[in-house]
């Protein structure tokens, strides 16, 4: 069983940078790793993933550029780092772990077998 864990957010303002981190507690070594939000009256969709070592990452074209996905060991937590941000950015942000996510984790939500509860995330314009 894993159990993930959010923290990080809150409110900054547009332009502004963030980092969410996702402690993870069991087993995660070998799993692929994701990150996904949704926003009021909206689907939860995918914004990045990331493999078990880190040497494979995929993002969504909204934040291409923007983001980018880590994980430490270590630590068993996974980080999204969040640069130029934008109003459309706000939603409550989800870490998720995909079992088959060893070469690649992917951008289903369908796919993730864990999730944290989420963390909340606004940008003012």
């Known amino acids: 069983q894993v159990q993930l864990v959010e923290s990080g957010g809150g409110l900054v303002q547009a332009g502004d940078s963030l980092t969410l981190s996702c402690a993870a507690s069991g087993e995660t070594f070998d799993l692929g790793m994701g990150w996904f939000r949704q926003a009021p009256g909206k689907e939860r969709e995918f914004v990045a993933t990331i493999n078990w070592n880190g040497g494979t990452t995929h993002y969504a074209q909204s934040v291409r550029g923007r983001f980018t996905i880590s994980r430490d060991h270590a630590k068993d937590t996974t980080y999204l780092q969040m640069n130029s941000l934008m109003p459309e950015d706000t939603a409550v942000y989800y870490c998720?772990?995909?079992?088959?996510?060893?070469?690649?984790?992917?951008?289903?939500?369908?796919?993730?077998?864990?999730w944290g509860q989420g963390t909340q995330f606004t940008v003012s314009s």
């Open positions: 998720a772990a995909d079992l088959e996510g060893y070469y690649s984790g992917s951008s289903l939500v369908s796919e993730y077998d864990f």
